[in-house]
C-alpha cells in the first residue's frame, strides 16, 4: 500500500477541489480478508472529488441491489489527513464536503442473480467489480488501475493488460471506471489456465472453485468453434484477449457476460454439459457488450436502465448460441429444430404471453426479481422465438438473400465503436433486409401480444410442426424447400465476410 498523490498533483487541487478533469486516474487495491469473507479496497486517486458512489446495479444483471449496502468501516481521507464525510439518504452516495483523494472501506460477499460479487475462500478469492468498487464521482471516465494482493504461488487473472507494481500484488489497466468494473479478477493459488488461440488472440479458460479440474483441454472443443463461427458473422475479434472464468460447483450457476470475459458458474466438470451456457455468454461478447441499446453504455450506474430492447439483447443472443453450436457441427439440425420447438411448446403453455409483449417484459423487468422477464413473461424465451421468427421471415421475404445475420453485422457496425442503437432500429433493418412485410411481422414478435406467426413462417419455408416436432414438409414447395434447407446457414447480403476481407 503506498500514498500516491505527486507535489504537482497537490498544488493543483489546492484551487481545484472538484476535479473532474482528463488526466487524473486512481488506483484501486483490493486484497481479500480471509477470516471475515469480506475484502479491504483501497482507493486513491490525484484528485479531490467531492462525492463517492456504489453501483445501484451490475451490467447484465438488471435488477436494483444498491451495492452500498456491503460497505462497511468507511474513511475518506485527503492529502494523508482524515477527510469527515456525509451519510445520505442514498445507500449508495457518500459526500464528502471538503473533498478527498482516498477512500478505503470494507467490501462484504454478494451475489447477483447469475454471478458472485465478492467470494473470498481459503486462497483465493474473485472480484466482479460492480458489487465492490466504487467511484469518485467525475472520476469515471479517466484511467483506472485494479491492483490485487497475490498469494505466494498461484496467478491473478484478469482481462485487463498488466502493468507494473511492487512485489505482493499484480495490476491491471483499465481506460475508465466502466472497463474497470466490467473485467472481473480472479487470483488463487489453485487456480488453473488453459489457453489457445483463434486468429492470433489468445482466450483463455481459468479453472478454480471446487477442484480439481484436472485437464482442461475439453473446454476449447466447446468454446472455440463459437468463437470461430462469431468471428464468420461479425468479420472481426473486438479484444486482444478473452477470458471464460470458469467457476466449479459454486452458485450461483449461470454465467454473466463481460466485454472480454464472462463468469460461468458450472455444475459439472463435463464441457458438453455447458456448451450451452458457454455459447449464450460468449454471444454476448457481441451482442449486448458491444451491440446494445443506447442506455447501456455508457452506464449510469446510480439509477435502471430502462430499454424496451432486452428481447434482442438476450433471446436472440440465445438464438443464436444455438446457431453457431448448429453451423460449427456441434449439434445436429434435428437437435437444433428439437430446442426451437421445446421452446414453443413451453410458451404455448404460459398465459402471459397473452397480457404481455416482448419490448414491455424487457423494459419493465426493473419491478420483477431475477432479471429475466416481466409479468410471467421471459424476454429469453420469447425473444429466442422471435429470433426464429425474424430469421425465417427476412431469408422468405428476401427469397433466401439475407437473414437475421445481415441486422446482426449492420447493427455491430453501427454501434462497436460509438454510442448504442436507438430502440427503433432493429425494425428498421429487418424492413431493409426483409422487405415490407417484416414490419408487421415484426410488431406482431414484439409489440403484441399475439400468437408468434411461426407456424405460417415455418411453413413458407418448407417446414412443418406437429405434436410438438419440427420436421421437414414433404409437400413445400420447391421454393420454400430452398429457403428452409438453407436456414440457418450463415446469410450476409450486406457485407464481405470476414474471408473475403482478409
Ligand atoms: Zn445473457
Known sequence: MRYYVEMLSRVALAVLIVAP????????????????????????????????????WAPGD???????????????????EAAAH??????????????????EYVVGESAGNFSPNLRVAPGEFFVNGGGVLGWFVG????????????????????????????DGWAAFQAIDYDELIDSPLVVGRDVKVF?????????????????????LSGWEGVTKP????????????????????????????????????????????????????????????????RVRSKVLGPFDYSKQADTGALWWLEGVTDYYASVFRYRAGMTTKENLLNGFARSHVSLMRNPARFKVTADESSMRVWESR???????????????????????????????????????????????????????????LCVQFGGDTLGPIYDRCIHSAEELPLDELLHKAGYMR??????????????????????????????????DRN
Not at 23 to 39: H, I, M, N, Q
Not at 41 to 49: N, P, W
Not at 385 to 412: E, N, P
Open 139 to 166: 472520476d469515471e471516465r479517466n484511467p483506472q488501475k485494479l491492483i490485487a494482493k497475490l498469494y505466494s504461488t498461484g496467478p491473478a487473472v484478469c482481462s485487463l493488460p498488466t502493468v507494473p507494481v511492487e
Open 195 to 215: 489457453e489457445y488461440d483463434v486468429l492470433g488472440v489468445p482466450h483463455k479458460i481459468a479453472a478454480y472453485g471446487n477442484g480439481p479440474f484436472g485437464d
Open 86 to 103: 456525509v451519510v445520505t439518504p442514498d445507500v449508495n452516495l457518500w459526500q464528502i464536503p471538503n473533498g478527498a483523494d482516498r477512500v
Open 62 to 80: 438488471y435488477q436494483i441491489f444498491a451495492y452500498g449496502k456491503q460497505i462497511k468501516a468507511i474513511r475518506f481521507s485527503k492529502d494523508g
Open 226 to 289: 463459437v468463437v470461430e463461427e462469431a468471428v464468420k458473422l461479425y468479420g472481426d475479434i473486438p479484444y486482444k484477449q478473452f477470458i471464460f472464468f470458469c467457476e466449479f460447483g459454486r452458485r450461483p450457476f449461470g454465467g454473466l457476460e463481460h466485454k472480454n470475459s464472462t463468469r460461468l458458474g458450472l455444475w459439472s466438470k463435463n464441457p458438453q454439459q455447458a456448451a450451452g451456457l458457454a455459447a449464450h455468454e460468449y454471444v454476448h461478447t457481441y451482442n449486448v457488450k
Open 370 to 428: 431475477g432479471s429475466n422477464g416481466f409479468g410471467g413473461l421471459s424476454y429469453y424465451q420469447k425473444g429466442h422465438l422471435a429470433g426464429v421468427c425474424l430469421d425465417l421471415a427476412i431469408r422468405i421475404g428476401s427469397d433466401g438473400k439475407s437473414s437475421l445475420d445481415d441486422v446482426m453485422r449492420q447493427l455491430y457496425e453501427e454501434c462497436k465503436d460509438g454510442p448504442g442503437f436507438e430502440e427503433g432500429r432493429i425494425r428498421e
Open 21 to 56: 478533469c482528463a488526466g487524473y486516474s486512481s488506483d484501486y487495491w483490493v486484497e481479500p480478508l480471509e477470516a471475515t469473507k469480506r475484502a479491504k479496497v483501497t482507493i486513491e486517486s490525484d484528485a479531490v472529488y467531492t462525492e463517492f458512489r456504489m453501483p445501484a
Open 466 to 499: 406437429e405434436k410438438g416436432v419440427i420436421s421437414v414438409d414433404p409437400d413445400a414447395s420447391l421454393k420454400a424447400a430452398k429457403i428452409g434447407a438453407n436456414w440457418p446457414n450463415l446469410t450476409l447480403s450486406s457485407t464481405k465476410t470476414a474471408a
